[in-house]
């Protein structure tokens, strides 16, 4: 079993900045890929970011392109999401997430990911 809390949210001026943290326990964290995805109100699960395993590869989505940045300790079983110049179109509950299995390449698709945290509100304000 896979536990997954995420922390960091809030509310926060547009152009402003955030820190996203996940906090992973239950198995070796540093062989698995970990991705952060994002849920607005009435819309579907949107692909954030991807960071390979051993941390030296990240792919992120058009829309946080050039803006966020994933990163991740696997000393502290930690991921995080570095949030810049953030935008009303930004708010969501944003969710970290872990595949069933180790290694193997990035994931952008939900399908992919078998472990979720239960979220943490971010609200940019215009």
């Known amino acids: 079993q896979v536990q997954l809390v995420e922390s960091g949210g809030g509310l926060v001026q547009a152009g402003g900045s955030l820190r996203l943290s996940c906090a992973a326990s239950?198995?070796?964290?540093?062989?698995?890929?970990m991705g952060w995805f994002r849920q607005a109100p009435g819309k579907e699960r949107e692909f954030v970011a991807t960071?390979?395993?051993?941390?030296?590869?990240?792919y992120y989505g058009d829309s946080v392109k050039g803006r966020f940045t994933i990163s991740r300790d696997n000393a502290k079983n930690t991921v995080y999401l570095q949030m810049n110049s953030l935008k009303p179109e930004d708010t969501a509950v944003y969710h970290c997430?872990?595949?069933?299995?180790?290694?193997?390449?990035?994931?952008?698709?939900?399908?992919?990911?078998?472990?979720w945290g239960q979220g943490t509100q971010v609200t940019v304000s215009s």
């Open positions: 960071i390979y395993w051993s941390g030296g590869m990240t």
């Open positions: 997430a872990a595949p069933a299995s180790p290694y193997g390449s990035m994931r952008t698709r939900k399908y992919e990911y078998a472990y």
């Open positions: 239950g198995r070796t964290f540093s062989s698995y890929v």
